[in-house]
């Protein structure tokens, strides 16, 4: 069990063709922490020993995978990803690449701890998680949404395989600027999947009507802009609209129309709130907005 790679004094992953030999490398061990010197003798393979002599550690692959992908996300500070679900593609690879104002590591949340938390120039937050072999389980899964903080997941399986050592430019880029292997946790893609958005079952025929319980859950899909926008009736008899991705242009339409209808912004489910008596004129302008 020979260790090839440590982490240097400024706490990055180094390997040992990089490091300076003995203890000037000023590393520690990977899985356990102790200090270690860098062996690069005449005869020996160079590689890191313990500096109390003790039985190398055995660093597994996926360990390194998982502390490298950190690292290289809070250095570069930015992510390629795929679109938000809701987004509707425009072209084969319609992923775009994110900057973030600053990535923190672990991060406490109420019931789990994300792997980075990423910070957008907006103040919107995002959590990154990085996945080899243990992806994010139901529970988990739950939590995340509970917490309502957009999340993806990063799928690294496949470099396990790879004959590229860690770190590595071609391991970083994989990491960076593939989003192939990158999945949405939140927000979910949309359940509910219309044939059509110019049906709307049991639409009132008069403004003054109120929708019956059997349609209080209803809920149809739109195409307006390049975007998903939602649209479901609540119990009140209030609509409830909603891009599931933000659009300035789509958000400014929807302030415009509350300015004339009359409603509100619910910030905590980033959704647009009309009136009843606005809700027919609502889904009609959606109809007219819908992309075919």
Known sequence: ????????????????????????????????????????????????????????????RESLLHLYA??????????????????????????????????????????????????LKDGTQLFIEVAVTSFIDEVKREQI????????????????????????EPVKEYILNHAHHKTWVYPEEPRIVLSSANYWPGLPTSKAEIPSPASELIEHRFTIM??????????????????????PQIAELFKTWRNQLGGEYNAKYRSWIFYAKSRNEIIARLRQLNQK
Not at 20 to 40: D, F, W
Not at 230 to 245: D, H, K, P
């Open 70 to 119: 950190k690292e290289v996300i809070c250095d570069v500070l930015g992510l390629q990803l795929p679109p938000l679900p809701g987004v509707h593609p425009i072209s084969e690879d319609s992923s775009a690449w994110w900057d973030f104002k600053k990535v923190t590591p672990e991060v406490p949340q109420p019931g789990f701890k994300p792997d980075l938390v990423a910070e």
């Open 226 to 247: 390049g975007m998903w926008v939602s649209a479901r009736t609540l119990q009140s008899g209030s609509i409830a609209v909603r891009s599931w991705s933000f659009n």
């Open 145 to 168: 949404k509970a917490a309502g903080t957009w999340t993806i997941e990063l799928d690294l399986r496949n470099l396990l395989s790879s004959p590229h050592s860690i770190p590595s």
């Open 1 to 60: 069990m020979t260790m090839f790679v440590a982490v240097d004094q400024n706490g990055r992953l180094i390997t040992i063709e990089r490091a300076l030999r003995g203890l000037a490398c000023k590393c520690i061990c990977v899985s356990c922490g102790e200090a270690v010197i860098a062996r690069k003798g005449l005869i020996r393979e160079h590689h890191f020993a313990h500096y109390s002599n003790k039985e190398s550690c055995y660093i597994q």
